[in-house]
């Protein structure tokens, strides 16, 4: 009888083991994939950075753009004498 009792509890434990390492696998398989969406996401905000950067960059040549049309008006309206 206690053979019995044995055999049930190690086909049991068997049966759990398996079931632990099924487990184990799924979870492996969904840090892998949290891995790979993560790269991405870092890929993706690294490229948004870079376009913000080139954004930034348009907008500092821009306002040198205006800087100067404003300078060059300014010394317009002093030669026709238009400024108080």
């Known amino acids: 009888m206690s053979d019995n009792i044995e055999n049930l509890i190690l086909e049991q434990l068997r049966v759990f083991r398996g079931e632990i390492q099924a487990l184990r696998n799924e ?3 969904m840090r892998e ?3 790979e969406e993560f790269h991405g996401v870092k890929m993706r905000l690294n490229s ?3 376009l913000v950067s080139g954004f930034h960059d348009d ?5 040198g ?3 100067r049309v404003d300078g060059r008006i ?3 309206e002093k030669r ?3 400024t108080s």
């Open 27 to 29: 979870v492996q398989a």
């Open 33 to 35: 994939e949290a891995r």
């Open 48 to 50: 948004l950075e870079r």
């Open 59 to 63: 907008i500092v040549i821009v306002q």
């Open 65 to 67: 753009r205006i800087d």
């Open 74 to 76: 300014d010394r317009i």
């Open 80 to 82: 026709l004498e238009l």
